[in-house]
């Protein structure tokens, strides 16, 4: 399915005919896949919270990511956005965590970082990673994260609970 056709409430229509419950752990995304799911009306019925975890200490303290793959791996990484969504899971009852972490404009202070983005969609049995280099100012980059969110939750559901 075409990203810019992924809305919210498709999520929510899947979410509720597979009675599947949503969590998400944003980083880069500072809350806002969290705004656009509790937008819409009845979401408490398939979204159960978030926790944004924007500094390394919410990550490490809330989340449980090891420091250790925080200084190994940066803030920023494959290993870091699993673990995001693997501390969500648990912290949250819920069937499938999403997590994003990522750089939304390129910094003065650190050129050799190009904007990107890391999505983790996770079950209690399987996940899914994106990464995505984004082209763009800060807001564009942030709705594109939340698009690429959505396609990566649509393709999940369809993959791991549609399959009949």
């Given at each position: 399915?075409?990203?810019?056709?992924?809305?919210?409430?498709?999520?929510?229509?899947?979410c509720?005919?597979?009675?599947?419950?949503?969590?998400?752990?944003?980083?880069?995304?500072?809350?806002?896949?969290?705004?656009?799911?509790?937008?819409?009306?009845?979401?408490s019925?398939?979204?159960?919270?978030?926790?944004?975890?924007?500094?390394?200490?919410?990550?490490t303290?809330?989340?449980k990511?090891?420091?250790?793959?925080?200084?190994?791996?940066?803030?920023?990484?494959?290993?870091?956005?699993?673990?995001?969504?693997?501390?969500?899971?648990?912290?949250?009852?819920?069937?499938?965590?999403?997590?994003?972490?990522?750089?939304m404009?390129?910094?003065?202070?650190?050129?050799?970082?190009?904007?990107?983005?890391?999505?983790?969609?996770?079950?209690?049995?399987?996940?899914?990673?994106?990464?995505?280099?984004?082209?763009?100012?800060?807001?564009?980059?942030?709705?594109?994260?939340?698009?690429y969110?959505?396609?990566?939750?649509?393709?999940?559901?369809?993959?791991?609970?549609?399959?009949?």
């Amino acid at each position: 399915m075409n990203k810019s056709t992924v809305s919210i409430k498709i999520i929510q229509k899947l979410c509720n005919k597979h009675n599947l419950s949503l969590s998400t752990a944003e980083s880069c995304s500072g809350g806002y896949l969290s705004k656009l799911m509790t937008d819409t009306s009845e979401s408490s019925k398939f979204y159960n919270g978030s926790i944004i975890a924007y500094s390394n200490k919410v990550k490490t303290d809330i989340l449980k990511v090891p420091n250790d793959v925080l200084v190994k791996n940066g803030a920023v990484s494959r290993e870091v956005s699993i673990l995001m969504a693997e501390g969500v899971l648990n912290l949250i009852d819920c069937d499938i965590a999403v997590s994003t972490t990522g750089i939304m404009e390129q910094s003065n202070q650190d050129d050799n970082k190009a904007p990107q983005v890391y999505i983790t969609v996770k079950s209690h049995k399987h996940q899914s990673v994106i990464h995505h280099y984004l082209e763009g100012n800060r807001d564009e980059n942030r709705l594109k994260t939340i698009n690429y969110a959505f396609e990566c939750l649509y393709d999940f559901i369809n993959k791991h609970y549609l399959v009949s």
